[in-house]
């Protein structure tokens, strides 16, 4: 391809430039062959002109197009060079804020300086099982494929991770093993991956410092090995740690720090324990305030102490020898403070009583004269004498710093070594992971020895490196059977000869340390003979003679040979060494300098800072040490570093390079200049040249032909994919070197992809300009035509508009001439009128005034008249009176004389003795008769006598009643004699009066005036307040209607604050069952683990005989041993899995005892959880009895308002009463003549009313006896039942109540009359309840009877409107309609009326049987045994019993272990669930159980429930990973739970219960806390059931949901680089959603198959759902690749897919589809519009189920398929930020996939019948007998 074809006008291309170190451009003109000037157009505008390389000629590079930057990996860039890598790195950490990028088989990571939300547990989870390829970059994905191809390949593995200090080496290393720990677990429960995180923070503070460019940098290598057993799991670690900075102790450059823990100590030296170490502020030390920056911020150093010594805890160092550790390193920092001066030139000394010193020798246990002296002197022996010489004060300065030195070293490699014997593993280890952190190229200002070695180390790992990326794109070509050229790459064999070869730099070092006058200018020139001019990788500076120059892979680095001797050597005076091991108080320090063959670390032998020191006597100490000096620094590095490149040679290496972004340490900012140093030295740019020398582009034939199907014609599509793809490719690249064909992937060369990607968008682009024709034609010509119908519709409207105005002038014209001519008639009118009213009030005003004269004239006459006749009737009356007074008093008197008369006669004729002879003669015999008549008249006569006296009163009183009247009427005469008199004055005063009423008229007419106006101003001002009163009312009932929406909306309030509490406490509520249903998962875990390690113990023991274990029957219910089976068969059993697990490791006891104390406290929580999820199920409770109040109390408002009505007229009848008494009064009190007549109507009506009443009163009365009689009946009752009780209290109470009677009835009866006052107030209160209930039911009658006749004439008024036809029909349907509800309403109490006469046949043969059996029983206990046998039985007697089965099966308590084994153990779901009734094994167990309940046997009850849940656990265990079992018992657990519930004899659980199933109810036990124990098991077999469907659709998940293009055509595949990705494209053997919904089918139709209740089925599917959309969404936000706009299309028409599936399950209301809200909204999120404030708004509306950091990731990883899409800018991404900032939610970016919904098992009755059950013969349970 010619570079005219790419290099073409508008091409954009990178130039260099010297402060962004490239910048992009694009050319204004097309490139010809021979042009030495390009015309560029910078990003800014600016035009410039660059000049070609007039030598190479080499064009610019050009730039990849939009639609490859941001690509997770580099490799998959078509341009591969060094712009376009550090560009795409740019856009990744600025834009979209990812810090991890591919670039091959490495994994290029850049210090963000900020705290990421990318290291949860929820994103190892994330990660954990995934491909490397298709997840983001992360360093957990480099992680997961170490342990992956750890346990694929059976092979050692390592992760390298290198850069500059301050790059983040040592958190990638760490996050790397936190990953390892995650996933991996432990072998056993010692927590050994917490003690391989716990090293982290030990080796931190003894090994880390702060560093001019790293707060926190590692100033030594470390090699850490996890050892993983052969299940992969953790047992233990190991260290190897390299070139200790040991100069750090003695010194620091400004702005850096000495090591951590120095710090920590000086920080916390006001510790108690810590006093004794005498410790100050750090800035009073020497050897910690050299660099003036005692203070990181942001970092406590006492806190920091405090983890550093859990952390030593945590591995086993116990406080004393934390406090050795404390007690060297104070003595260190005093050490550094001893001050040493001068004696003379040659000699120095310390003056004595230094208190730093002392405090050295006392924290040491050293002697202060024998320190003090060794410090200034040295000894030197030759072969006869020993000498000892002064040091002067220099050389006494370096020795005391050299011994720090040493000190810190030997204690740094003894902390190492118990490091690792913490974390040494107890058993075989079979594979492990490396992980190596250590220092990347460094080049300063000043480069010394140290540097010189860490360059070292990076050129052996530069080189292992480039070997490895070579073998692997080898193996790649090889695999592919594609031609393989050698490509020439970076060999630094030349660099590493020169520094270890013979005569190498090394070597030449080691010469010159072991010449007695070797020095660095001596080891500099030799440098200078041998390499200078003969190796071109060395150089000499040309103003120095004590430096040189080392070409390195990535740099040249000039070292300063200053120091390189002394460092070298390691010099320490081994007299110092002597006093400290001579030290008896200190037992650290005699052991931190044992010889090595006793206490040496797994590291000292890698460890360069140190020097062998031997104890032995004076004779053999010169060979000893000559011998161990041998070995310098460098040599122990060297053969080291050999070590650690022979392990990674031996294990598959994986690499990380970390990058420092700038040196300021600014969270994301990119510095290009310093990213592409580091990018240079750390090799990814030679891993690039490599892939870019070869084919770096490759791609599935699938890949490609979905890619560039747009570039085919329809002839071309074959149905073979790999010739199509050849057939087109040859017609678009005629050069064949471009590109090759492998067997399953098209290799191209670098470029070919954008020329590819270039052709594509041109085919695209030209499509999109024909549709933009057609589309901006069509658009057009609509516009065209809505314009021609807009100016005919105008013209149109104007001229109807026109003749409107016309007609409405002419109309306007006659209108005025009409309203004229009306006027004047009117005017005329009014004038006429007025004239007419004038005349007609005149008139009357007239004829009023005449009218008014005559009636006074009349009034007057017809006054006197009425006088006239009053007068004269008065006198007629006083002559009449006057008259009858006087005949009436005449005629008394002529009465009175006569009967004088008659009395005297009579006494005369009764003195005469003739008379009393005639009487006498021949009376002598009646002499007595005649006496008793005497003594009868004598009776008579005294009757007579009291009757003639009463006459006499009665006379007297009606005489002087007579007199009273007599003197009235003579008074009235007199009054007529004196009104006679006032008549004439009368008259005089009626002319007067005549004169005053004519004044009267006339006052009478002004005030007739005077009303008449006032009555008009009345008038309006009624009229006025009428108005008011109309507002007045308008406000009122303003303010009612406001009042009622006021208490409409406080109602409404408080019914959404009380829906909200109760959504909050049901919110409590679920939190409280998925906490109780954790712990009850951990408890189960725990057990296991206990179940396991029981094993193991077994294991370990000798094996007794074989026995049956039993446990006692009060054995709690809620163990989990197996009650049931044999030692023996457990043993069987555990020796048929496999000779594995037989060679375990001892039991540790501790380890068991802390386990049993775990698994206690998790019983505890989950009893105290247990309790409070009733609380808070109690709770909710009462909210609806606090609902439910409300409600009745709202009603109870219009009970009240009628009691109120119904006292009102209460008391108004007892006024009218009242007023009734009165008037009876009144007319008692007054009578007259007419009133008090007892034949007057009003009398009799009184009478009657008071008879009435009277007879009302008695029968009250009579009553009140009645009751009272019976009160004191029951008084008396009740007494009478104490008297039994306590006769002396009957003795009193007898005596009181005779007191009482005797003392009167009238407190008795005020008793008697105040309890039949309560008794009839409650019979009141209890009759107008039951009136109120009555007038209800009348009232609901009355409205249904309404609604009815309203139906009725809706159908009537319906059936006029229909014809006859239809009218008949709809008559007939109704006639229909109303018998069968008539005929249902009469069968519902048929039945009723059934079940009544069921239930009392029934109980009355229950009756009768209880009768003949008391009877039989009766009658067999007066017979004697013979006369039982020889008696013949009657059929008579004995009741028939029918055969009626009572819903139990008997079975021995031997064939316990029989049915379990058959029924649990070894049932096969399977046919059960297809042949059988489901549920069946729960019913046929509860049946069991219902006849141990019936035989009222304990131990059977207990034991059978026990075996029944240790079995269900067993076959959980056994065939836990089977969907089909886990299911099938998870549902007949549950029904075995409801029939606990259903049969319990709780009316709660009674109500749906038949009459029969209420008799199998359980009699003898309460079985509520073994309901609890199933409970808790069902919840166990959901989280199981949960799991199992959990790990059967983890691999289709994002398979079917992501990965698979179900809509063909929508989705472009975008190239990838060199790691295997995913295809979208459909494979065989991969996952499509329809596998998805086949699964989720075959999962429903099995739980239905099992009978599972459906409640529960909905929670399983709502679970199944949540799982779906949170391992969706969470690959979503892991998977740049996958946020485009037409995924997000893919993913809304799955999850219709899902949603439509639900809908034919009818499982909408499960809640399913709630749970893929999150996944919905991300999906939406993706296709709506990222540009305005308005797209920011309404994302921010529609994305309320999403979290902020959620939809900010969606946005940053957004990335288009085509060049037609844009990217979302970081501006709108900002805007989105500050909208949801005020969101209160978790940061935590991915959805618990884990998290399991908390489950609840609703009561579901059955409505079968137990003793319809039968057991069919495939269960082998015939020694089962039905009851």
Known sequence: MAASELYTKEARVWIPDAEDVWKSAKLLKDYKQGDKLLRLELEDGTVVEHQLDPRTMNLPHLRNPDILVGENDLTALSYLHEPAVLHNLKVRFIDSKLIYTYCGIVLVAINPYETLPIYGTDIINAYSGQNMGDMDPHIFAVAEEAYKQMARDERNQSIIVSGESGAGKTVSAKYAMRYFATVSGSESEANVEEKVLASNPIMESIGNAKTTRNDNSSRFGKYIEIGFDKRYRIIGANMRTYLLEKSRVVFQADEERNYHIFYQLCASSNLPELKVLKLVSANNFHYTKQGRSPVIDGVDDAKELINTRNAFTLLGINDSYQMGIFRVLAAILHLGNVEIKDRDSDSSIIPPNNAHLTVFCDLMGVTYQDMSHWLCHKKLITATETYIKPFPKLQAINARDALAKHIYAKLFSWIVDHVNKALHATMKQHSFIGVLDIYGFETFEINSFEQFCINYANEKLQQQFNMHVFKLEQEEYMKEEIPWTLIDFYDNQPCINLIEAKLGILDLLDEECRMPKGSDDTWAQKLYNTHLNKCDLFQKPRLSNRAFIIQHFADKVEYQCEGFLEKNKDTVYEEQIHVLKLSKKFELLVELFQDEEQSVSPTEAQTGARTRLSVKPLKARATQSSREHKKTVGHQFRNSLQLLMETLNATTPHYVRCIKPNDYKYPFTFDPRRAVQQLRACGVLETIRISAAGFPSRWTYQEFFSRYRVLMKQKDVLSDRKLTCRNVLEKLIKDKDKYQFGKTKIFFRAGQVAYLEKLRADKLRAACIRIQKTIRCWLLRKKYLRMRSAAITIQRHV?????????????????????????????????????QDASLIIQCMLRGYVARQKYQQMVREHKAVIIQKMVRGWLARQWYKRSLEAIVYLQCCVRRMRAKRELKKLKIEARSVEHYKKLNIGMENKIMQLQRKVDEQHKDNKNLHDRLTNLENTYSSESEKLRNEVDRLRGTEEEARVNSNRITSLLEELAKLKKELEETQREKKTIEEYADKYKVETEQLVSELKEQNTLLKTEKEDLNRLILEQAQEMKEKMEKALVEETKQIECELNEERSRYQNLLTEHLHLEARYEDLKEEMTLTMVIPKPGHRRTDSTHSSNESEYTYNSEFAEREEEASRGPEDVPKAPLDMSLFLKLQKRVTELEQDKQSLQNELDRKEEQIHRIKATEEEQRNRARGAELEYESLKRQELESENKKLKNDLNELRKVLSEKPTAAISAPGSPAYKVLLDQLNASNEELEVRKEEVLILRSQLVSQKEAMQHKEDKETMTEAMFYAEDLQKMKDSGEITQAYLGLKEVNRLLESQLQSQRKGYENEAEVLRGELQSLKEENNRQQQLLAQNLQLPPEARIEASLQHEITRLTNENLDLMEQLEKQDKTVRKLKKQLKLFAKKIGEMGVFNQVENVSPGQIVDEPIRPVNIPRKEKDFQGMFEYKKDDEVKLVKNLILELKPRGVAVNLIPGLPAYILFMCLRHADYLNDDQKVRSLLTSTINGIKKILKKRGDDFETVSFWLSNTCRFLHCLKQYSGEEGFMKHNTTRQNEHCLTNFDLAEYRQVLSDLAIQIYQQ????????????????????????????????????????????????????????????????????????????????????????????????????????MNIRYNVSQLEEWLRDKNLMTSGAKETLEPLIQAAQLLQVKKKTDEDAEAICSMCNALSTAQIVKVLNLYTPVNEFEERVSVTFIRTIQIRLRDRKESPQLLMDSKQIFPVTFPFNPSSLSLETIQIPTSLNLGFLTRV
């Not at 508009?801 to 005025?816: D, G, I, S």
């Not at 009409?818 to 009117?826: D, G, N």
């Not at 919904?1637 to 929670?1659: N, W």
């Open 799 to 835: 001229r109807g508009y026109q003749a409107r105005c016309l007609a409405k002038f002419l109309r306007r014209t006659r209108a005025a001439i009409t309203i004229q001519k009306f006027q004047r008639m009117y005017v005329a009118r009014q004038r006429y009128r007025r004239m």
């Open 1585 to 1688: 059931l949960v799991k199992v469907m959990d790990s059967i659709l983890q691999p289709m998940i994002v398979s079917g949901m992501l990965e698979h293009e179900t809509i063909q055509g929508v989705s472009g595949v975008k190239p990838t680089g060199l790691r295997k990705r995913t295809s979208s494209i459909a494979d065989e053997g991969t996952y499509t959603l329809d596998s998805i919904l086949r699964q989720l089918s075959a999962f429903h139709s099995t739980m239905c198959q099992h009978g599972m209740d459906p409640e529960l089925i909905k929670q399983v599917v709502k679970q199944m759902f949540y799982i779906i959309g949170a391992v969706t969404l969470n690959n979503l936000l892991l998977r740049k690749d996958m946020c485009s706009w037409s995924k997000g």
